[in-house]
């Protein structure tokens, strides 16, 4: 169920036979690798499924948004053929097919007799996935029909499947590896999802269909909680919110848990390993409190020497189970910095309990040495957050004119912030970590799953483009360029 088409499963199966015949008399076959570059939700997962049974390997890119782009595939990754929806703004490559809504629908009531020769066996390769955690610099995972099949399964244990066959509501796009499995599992489990609403409506769509579970990135509950209306609507059959990319703040979890659903799961992972682990979220949680791990995942926190740290002590996370992905494709370097040793490094830092629960303190690439004085930005952001008419907000370094990291703080206001008073709280709380400069922005820069990306706030700021918060105030976090 999307904005702009409903398919029954039997009108699904229709649709994705005719698809794939279509497909087949373009010359797309099997072994043959194609990008989805689409805007409809709907017809993204008849074209997967499609593509599925041809024993083609898929790839969803990003349709350009200006005339002149190109679209943006990871290097390293060839690229058969490219699937395109009108209209397209971008430069349509040579070997593209365009594809649209009417693939949905097909004249007539023939369902054809497909005799497609699918994947030569359950570990050939069938989906690519990039993933670009907060660097931009996107890498390539290839997955075969064998694995997604084990996280479909591994992600139904305790409460995570419960409500499975329920309606369930997706803030996440099929593109990204959390919005597909999302499909995957709700498809696999006879359910309803819901694909495509914009944040003001799903209060409504919730209400209307009586949804049981919704999935989203921190980022986007907090959208929903702000422009949708809540309280307007009876949200008594959403059971579960469940909420993945990064770590939610304790305000966002209280605003949440009472606007939206008392049940608020959290869950740490990565397109890499799968689920790692998962929890019941509450305001009076540690910030970055990430839930118990999954049995089958092996964790540890090591220091720089690779030294296993004891429980409760900070270090470097690394993860192994036997399901885990082993390199990137076509990309040895970033293949040897995060596969070492048979672990996973996804570089986060965190600390592991002796109950084993999961607490994540930030990323080792994104800590601040302002001078000396070392700290992540999700401890700044804990203090900033809980400041009266901060909805959301970003700490990174940008080096001054001696090469040292000084502390500045991307804001988003949903009302008037007193620049004075905010100062004086940051200094009575942080002390030689308060920020040395405040910037307003109208919204945060995220990848896909929700993960702020710093290292473009710190660009937009080395260039001047985003204008510091002024001592009078801001009441709606505009953003401003010079």
């Known amino acids: 169920m999307t904005p702009r088409a409903r398919l029954t499963y039997a009108v699904f199966y229709r649709a994705l036979l005719v698809s794939a015949r ?50 943006d595939a990871p290097e390293g990754v060839r690229i058969d053929r490219f699937l395109i929806e009108p209209p397209f703004m971008g430069v349509t490559p040579a070997n593209s097919l365009s594809v649209g809504l009417e693939w949905l629908k097909p004249p007539g009531n023939e369902t054809p007799d497909l005799k497609s020769p699918g994947f030569r066996d359950e570990h050939a390769m ?39 066959s329920g309606p369930t509501i997706s803030l996440f796009g099929v593109a990204s590896a959390g919005g597909f499995r999302i499909a995957l599992e709700t498809f696999w489990a006879g359910g309803t999802l819901f694909l495509g609403w914009p944040a003001e409506s799903i209060a409504e769509v919730i209400s209307q269909n009586k949804i049981v579970r919704a999935y989203g990135s921190p980022a986007t509950y907090q959208s929903v909680v702000e422009r949708s209306n809540p309280d307007l609507f ?29 049940t608020y799961l959290v869950l740490y992972g990565s397109t890499e390993m799968g689920m790692v682990s998962y929890g019941v979220a509450t305001p009076n949680q540690a910030s970055g409190s990430s839930g118990v791990l999954v049995p089958w995942v092996q964790a540890q926190a090591v220091n720089e020497e690779g030294k296993v740290m004891p429980p409760g002590v900070e270090g470097m996370l ?17 293949s040897a910095e995060h596969f070492r ?10 600390v592991i309990s002796e109950t084993r629960t999961l607490t994540i303190t930030g990323r080792s690439n994104e800590r601040i040495n302002a001078g000396g004085v070392k700290t992540s930005p999700e401890r700044i952001e804990d203090v900033i957050t809980a400041y009266d008419g901060i909805a959301e907000c970003a700490a990174f370094g940008v080096p001054d004119a001696g090469g040292v990291d000084q502390i500045f703080v991307a804001i988003v206001a949903n009302a008037p912030v007193d620049l004075d008073g ?22 945060l820069p995220r990848n896909e799953n929700g993960k702020i990306l710093r290292s473009e706030l710190a660009d937009l700021a080395r260039r001047g483009e985003i204008e510091a918060l002024s001592a009078g105030g801001s009441s709606n976090g505009e953003r401003h360029t010079r």
């Open 341 to 350: 040793d048979s672990w996973f490094y996804p570089g986060d830092l965190g």
């Open 422 to 443: 905010l100062r004086t709280y940051c200094a009575a709380k942080l002390g030689p970590r308060a920020p040395k400069r405040f910037l307003k922005v109208a919204k």
């Open 234 to 262: 009876d949200l008594s059959s959403l059971r579960y919110a469940l909420a993945t990319g990064s770590v939610t703040s304790a305000p966002l979890v209280a605003a949440i848990r009472r606007k939206f659903c008392r």
């Open 22 to 71: 279509r497909l087949e008399e373009a010359h797309i076959e099997q072994g043959q690798v194609v990008a989805i570059c689409v805007q409809s939700h709907a017809l993204h997962c008849v074209l997967l499924a499609a593509l599925d049974r041809l024993g083609v390997v898929s790839i969803s890119l990003n349709p350009p948004k200006r005339a002149g782009e190109t679209i």
């Open 318 to 334: 690394r993860f192994r189970s036997e399901d885990m992905v082993t390199s990137y494709l076509n990309d040895p370097k970033a």
């Open 126 to 164: 069938m989906r690519i996935l990039t993933t670009s955690g907060t660097t931009g610099m996107a890498k390539a995972i290839g997955f075969s029909s064998r694995q997604w099949e084990s996280r479909v399964l591994l992600y139904s244990v305790g409460l995570l499947a419960e409500g499975r």
